[in-house]
């Protein structure tokens, strides 16, 4: 059975701390993405990572990918309030289709 | 560029009832996607679309669930009769072409009640 775990499922951190959010898969794959997803709302795409060992940087965050591993990582520097969110990683399991399988999500929260 | 649009954005209704929502994609989008996302969880494709074709629907529940995209831009997924565990928000998603890493880009959702 395909599987896409993350943890922590729940990240509860202070503003100005770092942490990283990982993305396990159980099958092979070079692709993978990052979305967020405020409450309420829909999701917003964060990061493409389209080969081994690709890394990618917008602001706080940073995502990386080893397909080797089956691993990626979601690295948060200096975490600020707006950043709280929830978090998915999503694998691609079909390079002829793009299927997506999304991961449990990481529900993040930030505070002062 | 305007956004991936669905209508309506919440709806309510008593089990055995029928629904219908409604996907604009991104123009120039060739893949649309359908995902239900129960609370709590990840989104779960449901049926994926090129231009007016199938591409997957293995994890569409036929029996209830059904789904079309007749000239190859809007799309409309229908519910019939609806289910307690159909209560989750149904989101419609874009891309380019479904292949080579295109990214898929999601709508605002319509959230579903099912009483």
């Known amino acids: 059975e395909l599987k896409v775990e993350q943890n922590p499922l729940f990240l509860s951190m202070q503003e100005g701390k770092n942490y990283t959010i990982y993305c396990n898969y159980s099958t092979t794959s070079d692709r993978l993405y990052w979305y967020r997803q405020d409450p309420g709302k829909s999701l917003e795409s964060l990061f493409v990572l389209l080969s081994n060992g690709a890394v990618k940087q917008e602001g706080r965050l940073m995502a990386s990918l080893d397909t080797k591993a089956r691993l990626s990582t979601l690295h948060i520097t200096a975490a600020v309030h707006d950043l709280s969110a929830t978090y998915f990683c999503?694998?691609?399991?079909?390079?002829?289709?793009?299927?997506?399988?999304f991961g449990t999500g990481t529900r993040l929260q930030v505070f002062p | 560029e305007a956004g991936v649009a669905q209508s309506p954005r919440y709806k309510i209704i008593e089990k055995r009832q029928s629904v219908a929502f409604w996907c604009n994609p991104i123009?120039?989008?060739?893949?649309l996607y359908w995902y239900q996302q129960i609370l709590g969880q990840g989104p779960k494709l449901l049926i994926q679309?090129?231009?007016?074709?199938?591409?997957?629907d293995s994890q569409l529940p036929k029996d209830r669930f059904s789904a079309e995209r007749l000239k190859g831009v809007d799309s409309t997924l229908k519910i019939q009769p609806a289910k307690l565990e159909d209560s989750a928000v149904y989101l419609c998603a874009s891309s380019l072409q479904g292949w080579s890493g295109n990214e898929q880009f999601f709508g605002p959702g319509t959230r579903l009640t099912v009483l």
């Open positions: 999503a694998v691609d399991i079909d390079l002829d289709t793009d299927k997506l399988i």
């Open positions: 123009s120039g989008h060739a893949t």
């Open positions: 679309f090129q231009n007016n074709g199938v591409v997957d």
